[in-house]
């Protein structure tokens, strides 16, 4: 099931898979805190996995997977930077 300007909550220190579903384009904005975007099959392990750093009032609008990562994969996560909690508004279809 798609999600429509859905916000999640990303604990600091945790991945937490922003696409419900294998996605092509995704639209995400953060609201609050800052995170870490990364694309991946599955939920990433560790630390020896990196993404890209947004903070609060920064996002992409139909970006395409391959614009957020080399690596493969159709699930895009987020991995919290900030204490308190991040949120961010996902949409996707």
Excluded: C
Aim: charged content about 25%; aromatic content about 6%; hydrophobic content about 45%.
């Amino acid at each position: 099931m798609a999600r429509e300007q859905e916000p999640i909550t990303v604990q600091k220190g945790q991945w937490i898979e922003l696409t419900n579903s294998d996605v092509s384009i995704l639209t995400f904005q953060v609201l609050e805190g800052e995170v870490e975007i990364l694309r991946s099959a599955v939920q990433p392990a560790g630390a020896e996995k990196r993404g890209w750093l947004y903070g609060a009032g920064e996002g992409e609008r139909a970006v395409a997977l391959d614009e957020i990562a080399a690596t493969g994969g159709a699930r895009v996560w987020a991995l919290g930077m900030s204490f308190p909690d991040a949120i961010v508004l996902v949409d996707h279809a």
